[in-house]
């Protein structure tokens, strides 16, 4: 089984910034694309920065300039720093990897809990 725990969400007022962290965990043997998704209420889910493991970086159009996204493929882990934010970034936000366990042949995609954002003065 493999495990993405997220933290670092939370109250924050316009125009400021956070720092949102997850770490994969458990029997991995690679670890593909990793990145940052979110959701806001009566909304879909939607790509907020990706990496790929040879770094190759994508941004939804929202958040460029704004959002960057580093990876540490010894750590394990894939941060989210989040700055200038803005009302309408208020969303939870789901870390995200393409792995491939020690007993499987295939990837797949594992989902981490989800930590919420709010974005309000």
């Known amino acids: 089984q493999v495990q993405l725990v997220e933290s670092g969400g939370g109250l924050v007022q316009p125009g400021g910034s956070l720092r949102l962290s997850c770490a994969a965990s458990g029997n991995i043997f690679s670890i593909n694309a990793m990145g940052w998704y979110r959701q806001a209420p009566g909304k879909e889910r939607e790509l907020v920065a990706s990496?790929?493991?040879?770094?190759?970086?994508k941004y939804g159009d929202s958040v460029k300039g704004r959002f960057t996204i580093f990876r540490d493929n010894k750590r394990k882990t894939v941060d989210l720093q989040v700055k200038r934010l803005r009302p309408e970034d208020t969303a939870v936000y789901y870390c995200?990897?393409?792995?491939?366990?020690?007993?499987?042949?295939?990837?797949?995609?594992?989902w981490g809990q989800g930590t919420q954002v709010t974005v309000s003065a």
């Open positions: 995200n990897a393409e792995v491939r366990d020690s007993g499987s042949l295939y990837e797949y995609n594992v």
């Open positions: 990496v790929s493991s040879d770094d190759n970086m």
